[in-house]
């Protein structure tokens, strides 16, 4: 399934048709501030990083109300390291600052934050790019 907001995946059909996998794919629109369907996960890249901590709890907290017992939670998002050496997301820890109020989190911040929301860590796999897959399984 692809939710996102109305406006943003009524142009979805189209390009799901023209690469041949229109008939696997169930495109909805809908709000993640007020509920999501129900699923055995939940994959969400680059959306966590967009909003500050309270916004970022309501979020997970409508995905925990509708996620079935077993469900998985898959984030794609960077993983600040706690040391001061250089490191692309610092940078954008300050662009998310200036841009949205929101931020890039150490593996710390990533662990309240998943709890405040109702998940619990399970593990961090890092990838060749310099986002991480978080999965989180409800607590």
């Not at 959306?47 to 309270?54: A, L, N, Q, S």
Request: net charge negative; proline share 7%.
């Amino acid at each position: 399934m692809l939710f996102d907001l109305p406006e943003a995946v009524e142009g979805a059909p189209p390009v799901l048709t023209g690469h041949g996998v229109a008939d696997r794919v169930t495109v909805t629109g809908g709000s993640f501030f007020e509920s999501v369907p129900a699923a055995d996960a939940y994959v969400m890249k680059n959306v966590i990083h967009d909003w500050p901590d309270d916004k970022a709890v309501a979020i997970l907290g409508t995905v925990k109300a509708a996620a079935p017992p077993g469900a998985t939670l898959l984030l794609l998002e960077m993983v600040v390291p706690d040391h001061d050496r250089e490191f692309l997301g610092h940078y954008a820890d300050m662009e998310m600052l200036v841009m949205a109020g929101a931020l890039e989190r150490s593996l710390t911040q990533w662990t309240d934050l998943l709890r405040q929301g109702g998940f619990r860590l399970q593990r961090v796999v890092q990838t060749a790019g310099p986002l991480c897959v978080i999965e989180a399984v409800p607590s």
